[in-house]
T-cell receptor, first 111, second 112 residues
Framework: TQLLEQSPQFLSIQEGENLTVYCNSS?????LQWYRQEPGEGPVLLVT?????EVKKLKRLTFQFGDARKDSSLHITAAQPGDTGLYLC???????????FGTGTSLTVIP | DTGVSQDPRHKITKRGQNVTFRCDPI?????LYWYRQTLGQGPEFLTY????????KSRLLSDRFSAERPKGSFSTLEIQRTEQGDSAMYLC??????????FGPGTRLTVT
């Protein structure tokens, strides 16, 4: 059972365009994390959001946690080829003993 | 470099053989996780250690899989009698804060 659904699954855009990736669940999470993964490497943590409604910014990336703590979004402004990669959201169980990853969004930014 | 390391990076084995992977976490991290990832999918949780205690195991972890963290530092994941369906990337992550995991580069297993 996939607890976290991401959309879109694939995204191919031109350099300079904006995009939004969504991470949705029917479950409430105490926190959600966003990772970026490049081929053949492990995921790299981008951000953790813990409070419902929280918005965090990391340069051109904006992350939002839903008010009910069931969903999150990642918005990239003026995408660059270096943003290409697999974007993953992940939520932890209340105990922190187990993490559930989303299905992933594969982003390609064309120069 | 003091990040998470995994060894080997690649492993090719024949069906039926046993394999063992090693993970060295960031030194002060007491939490350690193992995941499996197949192409085009997000990582799937396998097991979790807090110090040397294995506190959580996924139902994905069949009897052929075993993991240890004997002294609360490095960890090993062993797969016995490998099957072609075991072909995947095996990822290790460690953390100090429960919601911030740092991943190693992974071990890519190919079972022929």
């Amino acid at each position: 059972t996939q607890l976290l659904e991401q959309s879109p699954q694939f995204l191919s855009i031109q350099e300079g365009e904006n995009l939004t990736v969504y991470c949705n669940s029917s479950s409430v999470f105490s926190s959600l994390q966003w990772y970026r993964q490049e081929p053949g490497e492990g995921p790299v943590l981008l951000v953790t959001v813990v409070t419902g409604g929280e918005v965090k910014k990391l340069k051109r990336l904006t992350f939002q946690f839903g008010d009910a703590r069931k969903d999150s979004s990642l918005h990239i402004t003026a995408a660059q080829p270096g943003d290409t990669g697999l974007y993953l959201c992940a939520g932890g169980s209340n105990t922190g003993n187990q993490f559930y990853f989303g299905t992933g969004t594969s982003l390609t930014v064309i120069p | 470099d003091t990040g998470v390391s995994q060894d080997p990076r690649h492993k090719i084995t024949k069906r039926g053989q046993n394999v063992t992977f090693r993970c060295d976490p960031i030194s002060e991290h007491n939490r350690l996780y193992w995941y499996r990832q197949t192409l085009g999918q997000g990582p799937e949780f396998l097991t979790y250690f807090q110090n040397e205690a294995q506190l959580e195991k996924s139902r994905l972890l069949s009897d052929r899989f075993s993991a240890e963290r004997p002294k609360g530092s490095f960890s090993t994941l062993e797969i016995q009698r490998t099957e072609q369906g075991d072909s995947a990337m095996y990822l290790c992550a460690s953390s100090l804060m429960y919601h911030e995991q740092y991943f190693g580069p992974g071990t890519r297993l190919t079972v022929t």
